[in-house]
């Protein structure tokens, strides 16, 4: 079993930035995908960026240039930065381990305009 907690939400006005933090509560990242989705009331649950073993990184085309997506193996942490956020990017962000298909809790952006 696997906790990932994230952090780092919150209200930010737009062309502002925030990074998310999501700590695992072990060292998994060497076996898993990690993966950020977000998801915005009444909106489906949608990919956001997504790490692989290997250091790949994959980008929803509407973060593309504005999103980065790193970890810090020693922590167990996976970031996601978020620069130029836009109202649109306002939703509920998650954390996601796809070996397990587990979840985090998420953490709320809100992006005003």
């Known amino acids: 079993q696997v906790q990932l907690v994230e952090s780092g939400g919150g209200l930010v006005q737009a062309g502002g930035s925030l990074t998310l933090s999501c700590a695992a509560s072990?060292?998994?990242?060497?076996?898993?995908?990690m993966g950020w989705y977000r998801q915005a009331p009444g909106k489906q649950r949608e990919l956001v960026a997504s790490?692989?073993?290997?250091?790949?990184?994959n980008y929803a085309d509407f973060v593309k240039g504005r999103f980065t997506i790193s970890r810090d193996g020693a922590k167990n942490t996976v970031y996601l930065q978020m620069n130029s956020l836009k109202p649109e990017d306002t939703g509920v962000y998650y954390c996601?381990?796809?070996?397990?298909?587990?979840w985090g809790q998420g953490t709320q952006v809100t992006v005003s305009s």
């Open positions: 072990r060292n998994i990242f060497s076996i898993t995908t």
């Open positions: 790490l692989t073993t290997d250091s790949g990184t």
């Open positions: 996601h381990a796809m070996l397990w298909n587990f």
